[in-house]
């Protein structure tokens, strides 16, 4: 669009030497009505006759409420207050102060045409077939004018207002439109504008154009054109949201700064339009824009995107983009050839690039490519570069790589299709692939080339040093330029591993549930609530005889698992168990039946946060036999278990997927031992201990597709030990009674089968421990009740238990 009608009032261009301001002294005082002297006041109230006015240098003309013809203002004041008016020309340092008021011009006159002359208006109207509103200098003696406009609506049929060099227009809640077909909402002719809270500026071809100031003399000052956007709209109804449409002087871009909140509508989906020979520089903060930005072959234009702004859109022949703090790019970047692109500060860009020459990638920001691309140089400084889906493989091809980053990458290792990474001449630094886990299973189980690279000194690695594909992982292997994704037979998948702990620690839970049991069952032989005993002989004899129980007891255990079946993780377990026992007088000796239940919650943090959950409810009896004469005793166990497994499990690129399961288990112990007193209260039991479980198999699935298929878990514990204790009473006739215990125990069974995706694995729980506990227990006088407290710990060739302990009450009946 040729800028030839400009400001409402004569041509920009002229062909002869004349300037605007010559243009404006031509103009016949006589042609007003009223022709005010320098200095003098006038004020017109309602009802007064409309007149068309002069008003000269120092001179005031006041118009409240009431209504005017065309007003020449040449260096005084206007002040209107509801004022009705027709077109309003001001030169020459005038002041122009318009409230709640409206002028409208006649034909295609501006109408408030500003030069050299500042204005401010409030909550007014201002209508022109032509424009509603310019900005301008004499071009003689070159000022330029301000405006302020807020609350108000600009409406011109060419234009809602134009603004020239030196100029500065500043809109706040305003409506600035051109109405035409083909009308601009602001043209930017060399001036700036400031546009904010919530205005809007709508053409009906384009919303904002840039165009040449010509100038009459060459040498004369022209201005860099900006545009400042803060919580507002550009809008083109037909065209693009922003138009530079002029040969930008060399080094003079114009400026666009999108801020906070703002918006831009094109109406043919293009934001900003640059022709050849100009050059424009974008930048968005804090505002999400929708549309393309296209720079005609010849012309230039820089991109910035940051704190938080986003752009879904494509980048046509734009030669720097920059995303930074946050920013995000939903489009691709088509350059020229040499075009540079950076991406710093945790921003995502999601799209393809072409004639891009150098990208640079940094702290924590991501390219996601879209198809394949080709970059000459890329730069990796903590960033990271995602290939496509699994559905679509892409290709990557660097002519050189440096820095350090991380590249996300998919493979379909039953087919070999896989994304590719390919540096053709040479790279550098340190560099991390994530391939994406899959559940699935090779077919052949052959390697898979995932990238080549040609020259130079960098080493490439694999996150968390594997690749989970189905029940195996995969490591990286170079050979000569390939990198190759091979299969390790030894080591099982993340989702292996998980699948084996949780089958590997019920036994755990099984034996750790049943251990408050048995020392329950020494407290009843050592607390004088059977028959006298030499262990029992510091009681008082009405404390003695067969009596029945009832007890509670909770606990919490600490494990950590070394390098066996999970690959070691740490286990803690904490649990209740509740029970009734009652003396039965039969034989010789002293029988004790009794029956217990209880509740445990095992939780194990295994590697690279996946995790698992074992909660157990369990019923049980016991039966124990003791022989007073001889300190013999026999214990005796049987116990079911229902168990609900819950498992999560991280896989090697990081992403999540779970399971659950439930099954049950039988247990069953005896233990043997003899109760020894010696002197002084004294005493010692060596124990030897079997203990048996069995825990239902189990099929599941995983919810990324992981089969696993659990045999039967079997466990079989051996156990010798000894404990060594004493009995007080003390002077209120309570009693304490401490004691140590220390055992060595052995686990049996070393083939218990887990599959995983028809990969069988065995899940060896075998393994030797040393048990070191030591327990206190308090009697009060009466023994009607006891207080038990007990800590433990052991250490074993795979299984260490860093802390145990429990606390319980009886109460005798």
Same mark, same amino acid.
């Given at each position: ?10 041509v ?11 243009a ?25 006759t ?15 409420g009431?209504?005017?013809?065309n ?9 209107g207050?509801t ?14 102060n ?11 006159d ?6 050299d ?18 900005l ?24 809602g ?5 030196l ?7 305003t409506?600035v439109?051109?109405t ?7 043209e930017?002719?060399?001036?700036h504008?400031?546009v904010?809270?919530?205005?809007q500026?709508?053409g009906g071809l384009n ?7 010509t100038?009459l ?8 054109s ?18 530079v449409?002029?040969?930008t002087?060399?080094g ?14 094109g ?18 903060d804090n ?8 720079v ?18 494509n980048?046509v022949?734009?030669d720097?983009?920059t ?6 790019l ?28 150098n ?6 920001a ?12 890329l #730069? ?19 002519a050189?790589?440096?820095g ?5 990458m998919?493979? #379909? ?17 340190k ?6 886990a899959?559940a699935?299973?090779?077919?052949n189980?052959?390697?898979?080339k ?5 020259s130079?000194?960098?080493e ?6 594997q ?14 330029? !390939? ?6 037979a ?8 998980t699948a084996?702990a949780i ?6 839970v ?11 069952l ?5 607390a ?10 510091v009681?008082?004899? #009405?404390?003695?005889g067969?009596t029945? !129980?009832?007890?509670?007891?909770t606990y919490?255990?600490?494990y950590?698992v070394k390098n066996?079946?999970g ?5 803690n377990q904490?649990g209740v168990?509740v029970?009734?026992d009652?003396?039965l ?10 029956a217990?239940g209880?509740?445990?919650?095992t939780?194990?943090?295994?590697a ?11 019923? !049980?009896?016991?039966?124990t ?5 001889? !300190?013999?005793y026999?214990?005796?166990?049987a116990k079911v ?16 997927t779970?399971?659950?399961?439930d ?7 005896v233990?043997?031992?003899k ?5 002084k ?14 825990v ?6 995983l919810d990324?597709?992981l089969h696993v ?25 309570s ?6 215990h220390?055992?060595?125990s ?5 083939n ?7 990969t069988k ?7 030797t ?9 308090w ?8 207080v ?12 260490d238990?860093?802390?145990?302990g ?8």
């Amino acid at each position: 669009m040729k800028f030839e009608k400009i400001l409402g009032l004569t041509v920009m261009k002229f062909t002869g030497v004349l300037s605007y301001a010559v243009a404006i002294m031509a103009a016949s005082e006589s042609a007003y009505s009223r022709n005010l002297l320098p200095g003098e006041v006038e004020t017109v109230s309602s009802g007064a006759t409309p007149e068309a006015w002069f008003i000269p240098a120092t001179a005031t003309l006041n118009i409240n409420g009431a209504g005017a013809l065309n007003i020449l203002v040449g260096g005084g004041t206007l002040n209107g207050d509801t004022a009705a008016t027709s077109q309003i020309d001001a030169s020459s340092g005038a002041r122009i102060n318009l409230a709640r008021s409206t002028v409208t011009s006649t034909g295609f006159d501006t109408a408030l045409a500003l030069t050299d002359s500042s204005a401010t208006v409030i909550g007014s109207t201002l209508t022109s077939q032509g424009r509603a509103m310019s900005l301008a200098r004499d071009l003689q003696i070159p000022v330029g004018s301000t405006a302020t406009v807020t609350g108000s609506t600009l409406l011109g049929g060419i234009s809602g207002a134009a603004v020239t060099s030196l100029s500065t227009l500043n809109l706040a809640d305003t409506r600035v439109e051109g109405t035409d077909p083909d009308g601009i909402g602001l043209e930017l002719v060399g001036g700036h504008a400031n546009v904010s809270a919530g205005s809007q500026i709508i053409g009906g071809l384009n919303g904002v154009m840039f165009g040449e100031d010509t100038v009459l003399n060459p040498g004369d000052r022209t201005g860099q054109s900006q545009l400042k956007l803060d919580g507002s709209t550009v809008q083109g109804r037909t065209g693009a949201a922003i138009n530079v449409n002029f040969a930008t002087p060399a080094g003079q871009p114009v400026l666009i700064e999108v801020n906070n909140g703002s918006n831009l509508i094109g109406g043919n989906g293009n934001l900003l339009e640059v022709i050849e020979g100009a050059a424009a520089r974008f930048q968005v903060d804090n505002s999400k824009l929708f549309g393309n930005i296209e720079v005609a072959e010849g012309g230039q234009a820089s991109v910035l995107l940051r704190n938080a702004a986003s752009l879904d859109g494509n980048l046509v022949n734009v030669d720097l983009v920059t995303l930074d703090t946050r920013s995000a790019l939903t489009g691709n970047i088509e350059g020229s050839g040499a075009g540079v692109v950076t991406l710093d500060n945790n921003a995502i860009l999601q799209g393809a690039v072409t004639g891009v020459s150098n990208m640079s990638i940094s702290r924590g920001a991501e390219w996601n490519m879209v198809g394949s691309n080709a970059l000459t140089s890329l #730069d990796m400084q903590g960033g990271s570069v995602r290939f496509g889906t699994n559905q679509a493989f892409t290709r990557l091809d660097i002519a050189n790589l440096s820095g350090n980053g991380q590249f996300f990458m998919g493979t #379909d290792v039953a087919t070999g299709n896989t994304d590719f990474l390919n540096v053709t001449e040479s790279a550098s630094g340190k560099h991390e692939l994530v391939v994406a886990a899959t559940a699935s299973e090779a077919v052949n189980g052959a390697p898979v080339k995932v990238g080549n690279i040609a020259s130079g000194g960098a080493e490439f690695s694999l996150k968390n040093g594997q690749v989970d594909v189905g029940a195996l992982a995969y490591k990286l292997v170079k050979k000569d330029q !390939g990198l190759f994704l091979q299969p390790d037979a030894a080591t099982p998948s993340t989702g292996s591993k998980t699948a084996m702990a949780i089958a590997g620690t019920v036994p755990t839970v099984i034996y750790s549930e049943r251990t408050t049991l048995n020392t329950r069952l020494g407290d009843r032989r050592m607390a004088g609530t059977q028959p006298r005993t030499r262990s029992s002989a510091v009681l008082d004899s #009405d404390t003695q005889g067969s009596t029945s !129980g009832l007890w509670i007891r909770t606990y919490g255990n600490q494990y950590n698992v070394k390098n066996a079946y999970g690959d070691g993780y740490k286990q803690n377990q904490t649990g209740v168990s509740v029970g009734v026992d009652t003396p039965l007088p039969v034989g010789d000796g002293q029988w004790l039946i009794g029956a217990f239940g209880g509740y445990s919650t095992t939780r194990l943090n295994l590697a690279r946060g996946s995790s698992g959950t074992i909660d157990s409810v369990y019923l !049980g009896t016991y039966l124990t036999w003791y022989d007073e004469d001889s !300190g013999y005793y026999v214990d005796t166990v049987a116990k079911v278990n229902r168990f609900n497994n819950d498992v999560k499990v991280t896989l090697s690129d990081d992403t999540r997927t779970k399971g659950n399961f439930d099954n049950v288990g039988v247990s069953g112990s005896v233990e043997v031992g003899k109760h020894i007193v010696l002197n002084k209260g004294y005493f010692i039991e060596p124990s030897a201990q079997l203990g048996a479980a069995a825990v239902e198999g189990k099929t599941y699935r995983l919810d990324n597709g992981l089969h696993v298929d659990s045999d039967e878990t079997r466990s079989l514990l051996g156990k010798v030990g000894m404990t060594v204790g004493r009995e007080w009473v003390l002077d209120n006739g309570s009693k304490l009674q401490p004691r140590l215990h220390a055992a060595v125990s052995h686990e049996f069974v070393n083939n218990n089968r887990v599959s995983v995706n028809r990969t069988k694995f065995n899940n060896d729980l075998s393994s030797t421990s040393l048990e070191l506990t030591g327990g206190l227990n308090w009697i009060p006088a009466k023994n009607k009740w006891q207080v038990y407290a007990e800590v433990g710990t052991s250490r074993g060739t795979k299984v260490d238990q860093a802390l145990g302990g429990s606390v319980g009450l009886n109460v005798n009946f």
